[in-house]
């Protein structure tokens, strides 16, 4: 897995000396271990080059996670139904460390070019999903999240001072939902709510993307918060707090 883990952007191929430097691994680890994965079929040789790279087949375990997961399973007809209620990008997403990591997500027809796909991770810090999930869980645990977390600003807007971040979550949970506009790319407005377990624990989150060529900010918490907060709410066990606009 560190050597499939090796492979990724500016890494679409490697020898084995570049694939040993990136996985921490000897040489002779690396050779093992990348023709056994070619063997499997989960990388790829180049006989001109002899370079390796991920195979097609990789995506299969992504696959399996999407079609086993309970999650995702129940949370898919309320997605359908806020993706056609709001015509704009839905997207459930789980906790994992200091990111978050998109498990489902529905395009809208007024497609944002963030080139966020099923699989990619962006920082919980300053991203609406990930604001919610902090801000539904216990003040501890979530101070040591942000604490962990690399609080780099990607943009100009990005919020990235401990106590400013604590602050929020406060809010957050205060309303109901979380809002993140321009924090990870320009001209991206999000609203999200945390979907909550059967022991009061955030176990996803749910959320519309919408441009803000289109709609400011408030008109767009105005016309989707709402919508965003009851899907979240049917998708948990049990149901979180009263949504209060």
């Known amino acids: 897995f560190r050597v499939l883990d090796a492979f990724g952007s500016g890494r679409s191929s490697m020898g084995l000396s570049e694939i040993a430097a990136a996985a921490g691994l000897d040489r002779s680890a690396a050779q093992r271990f990348a023709h056994t994965l070619a063997k499997l079929g989960y990388l790829r040789k180049d006989p001109r080059t002899r370079h390796y790279a991920l195979s097609v087949r990789t995506l299969d375990l992504g696959y399996r996670y999407i079609r086993s997961s309970a ?8 997605l359908l139904d806020l993706s056609r209620a709001t015509e704009e990008a839905v997207s459930l997403t789980v906790l994992d460390g200091t990111e978050i990591v998109y498990v489902s997500r529905l395009l809208s027809r007024h497609m944002l070019h963030t080139n966020i796909n099923v699989g990619s991770r962006l920082p919980a810090y300053c991203t609406g999903p990930g604001i919610a999930m902090l801000a539904s869980m216990p003040r501890k645990a979530a ?9 780099r600003a990607y943009t100009a807007h990005t919020v990235t001072a401990l106590p400013a971040l604590l602050a929020r979550l406060d809010a957050t949970a205060e309303r109901g939902f979380a809002l993140a506009c321009q924090e990870i790319y320009p001209g991206d407005v999000s609203i999200a709510a945390a979907v909550i377990g059967g022991e009061g624990e955030p176990v996803a989150a749910v959320n519309v993307a919408v441009s803000l060529s289109r709609l400011q900010p408030e008109a767009a918490v105005e016309r989707f918060a709402a919508l965003v907060v009851a899907a979240a709410a049917a998708m948990s066990r049990p149901p979180p707090p009263e949504f209060r606009p």
């Open 143 to 151: 101070r040591a999240v942000l604490e962990a977390s690399d609080r």
């Open 71 to 78: 999650l995702v399973d129940r949370a898919l007809p309320y």
